[in-house]
Structures are given as C-alpha cells and as structure tokens.
Nanobody
Framework: QVQLVESGGGLVQPGGSLRLSCAAS????????MSWYRQAPGKERELVAS????????NYANSVKGRFSISRDNAKNTVYLQLNSLKTEDTAVYYC?????????????WGQGTQVTVSS
C-alpha cells in the first residue's frame, strides 16, 4: 500500500524558513522521481519542485527558484523541501507526490498535506 506522509509545516514569519519532509512507503522509492505541490485557498494545486530518482536533477517553479530546495535520501525513503526566504504568498497546503505505474496506468499518489502559513 502506497503511503506518503508529510510533516514539518507550521506558522512562520516572512523571511523565515521551514523544512518539509515526506516519508514514503509501499513502493520502490529509489526508482521514482518525486515532487512537491502546493495549493493555496481558492487556487489550483501547482507544482513547486521535482527531483529525479537519484537526486541528480531538480526542477523548480519560477516563483520559488533560489528560495526553495528539494532533496531526497533514498536510504530513508524520504524527500525534503527546504523553504527559505518565505513570503506571504507561499502560504498553502504542501503535498508530496509520487506518480506510479499501476496496472498499465500512471497514477498520482498524494500525502495528506502539511499546512505552511507565512504571516507576521
């Protein structure tokens, strides 16, 4: 059974930092690229960052480039998102994502999300 469990969210002041974690189980983690998405109130879910299975390639949304950093530890089946220089517009629920091939179909798996609130 695929499980993705996010943690690390919270309330932080503008300019602050947080580190999100996503613990994965139920699939071969080291063979799968991973991503972080976020969804702000009233907005669609958007891709924030992604990382290749070995961690050598990363991609970021323009809005977070230079401020956020995605990484992974395949020995711990965990993917991280370091959030620096946070802005009020970064306030959202952050979700971990794995896209897996199941019965011949690509399927998206999501965690429960972790709330990040940036406010003074």
């Amino acid at each position: 059974q695929v499980q993705l469990v996010e943690s690390g969210g919270g309330l932080v002041q503008p300019g602050g930092s947080l580190r999100l974690s996503c613990a994965a189980s139920g699939f071969s983690f080291s063979t799968i690229p991973m991503s972080w998405y976020r969804q702000a109130p009233g907005k669609e879910r958007e891709l924030v960052a992604s990382i290749s299975n070995a961690g050598r390639t990363t991609n970021y949304a323009n809005s977070v480039k230079g401020r956020f950093s995605i990484s992974r530890d395949n020995a711990k089946n965990t993917v991280y998102l370091q959030l620096n220089s946070l802005k009020t517009e970064d306030t959202a629920v952050y979700y971990c994502n794995a896209r897996l091939l199941r019965t011949g179909t690509l399927r998206d798996y999501w965690g429960q999300g972790t709330q990040v609130t940036v406010s003074s």
